[in-house]
């Protein structure tokens, strides 16, 4: 089977001038997309969640937890740009068909590595990095596929519903895997995971076979294709600042996701955790359902300002609260602003980019807004458990006097860290509206809209 393989009968078009028998179609076929993708969210939580709680129970640090979620993260971010470029080039569709498959490959290594007692730190780090490389191909084939089938109308609508997809992975995955942990263990988990990605595939398969895309004849050599990537980037200011921003913005939620885990544990059990993850991610449902239903109109650079001060506020007194239920009800407030926020991001950028480039630029914003997740991996465990937490246990540096406030206890510093990211993100907010490059990212949207109408 030929990553080339095309039919030229049913190649997509991607103008919003496509017969409405087309348009129809297509729509289908993005929805069948969205539904495997999120069938592989869920799996992909359980998985996420899983690891997450093995490794701090057996391990008892938060620095455990974020090593093994950068072994998971680091080798898709570095590899984007290059399945960028692949998408690009070959059919899409079938690219994730590929990456799906073979991703299976590393929870395969991790079961056997629990069956043979061999379930080292290092050892989950490999596995999970496998799964990492070969998943490296299915973002920015993904992001481009929208592309190929919607229409700039579509492009907010599907952007919540692609929230929507992600939110399950924070909404259904906790509690399931939370159960499934507390009664079978995490073999089971990782076990329905590969169960997942069997439906996936199957789907992609149906989308392959009716709708294929047409691949973009390259006239140069792979890595001058990449670097035409890095040049537009140059040339488009408006959207490096955006990705620049993001980074920043990555890097804050880089340490809520490291760092929750240890922080919700020590204040209760597993299932108590996977609840509370639930909760906080149902935020991130109903935006998302309210952004798929409703669409979102006006300013796009001022939902995204307003939505990071939402979320910088409910950071801070995350942190500040050292009360289970306080943080499932402020992380619900947070997964709220999510959506908002990435639809904002997605619409802003989508319509500034050709079609035949949309893969090797999603790769390259990819991973230059998702670098702060890596800062954040690499230095949150160790601030938590050397520096922070020390600090705000009986007897600390801080015990006395910050810990008057927020408390004292054993992840009080991880609360504490938290409220810095909140302030963090509020200076983020500030910053957003005043670039003229962002601004006119709005206006180069608007304009299309009109040429288009």
Not at 148 to 162: F, H, I, K, M, S
Not at 432 to 438: E, G, N
């Amino acid at each position: 089977m030929s990553l080339n393989s095309s039919n030229p009968a049913e190649e997509t078009n991607p103008t919003a001038h496509q017969l409405p028998q087309a348009a129809a179609r297509n729509f289908r076929a993005f929805m069948i997309i969205w539904v495997a993708q999120l069938v592989a969210r869920v799996g992909n939580g359980l998985t996420a969640f899983g690891l997450g709680v093995h490794v701090y129970q057996q391990t008892g640090l938060s620095a455990s937890v974020a090593l093994v979620t950068m072994a998971a993260f680091l080798p898709g971010l570095l590899l984007g740009p290059l399945g960028g470029v692949l998408a690009d080039r070959f059919d899409r569709r079938l690219l994730m068909i590929f990456g799906d498959t073979f991703s299976a490959l590393g929870l395969v290594g991790m079961l056997v590595a629990f069956h043979t007692g061999t379930a080292s730190v290092p050892i989950l780090c490999l596995c999970a990095a496998v799964t990492s490389i070969f998943g490296s191909v299915m973002d920015p084939a993904y992001r481009a596929t929208i592309t190929d089938l919607l229409t700039p109308e579509q492009y907010a609508r599907a952007g919540g519903l692609v929230q929507l997809a992600a939110a399950a992975q924070y909404l259904v995955s906790p509690a399931i895997a939370g159960l499934l942990m507390a009664a079978y263990g995490i073999t089971t988990v990782l076990t329905v995971d590969i169960l997942t990605m069997v439906v996936t595939t199957s789907a992609m398969v149906l989308v392959w076979r009716t709708v294929k895309t047409r691949p973009h004849e390259p006239s140069q050599g792979f890595w001058t294709d990449f670097v035409e990537g890095i040049n537009f980037l140059k040339r488009n200011q408006g959207i490096t600042v955006l990705m620049l921003l993001l980074t920043l913005v990555t890097f804050c939620m880089g340490f809520l996701q490291t760092l929750l885990t240890p922080m919700v544990l020590d204040l209760a059990d597993e299932a108590t955790l996977g609840i509370v993850r639930s909760i906080a991610a149902i935020g991130m449902v109903v935006a998302s359902l309210l952004i798929g239903v409703f669409n979102m109109k006006g300013s796009y650079v001022g939902w995204l300002a307003w939505s990071l001060v939402g979320g910088a506020v409910v950071v801070f007194f995350l942190g500040a609260i050292p009360n289970v239920l306080a943080i499932g009800a402020l992380a619900f407030g947070f997964f709220l602003v999510l959506p908002p926020m990435n639809t904002a991001v997605e619409v802003l950028v989508r319509t500034a980019i050709p079609n035949d480039t949309q893969g090797k630029i999603w790769g390259l914003m990819g991973l230059i807004s998702q670098l702060g997740y890596i800062v954040a991996y690499a230095i949150s465990g160790y601030l938590a458990d050397s520096v922070f937490n020390p600090w705000l246990r009986p007897g600390g540096a801080l015990a006395d006097s910050l810990g008057r406030f927020i408390g004292v206890g054993e992840s009080r510093g991880i609360g504490f860290l938290f409220m810095l990211v909140g302030i963090l993100l509020l200076g983020v907010a500030a910053l957003v509206p005043r670039f003229h490059s962002v601004q006119a990212l709005q206006t180069s949207y608007a304009s299309t809209l009109e040429g288009k109408n």
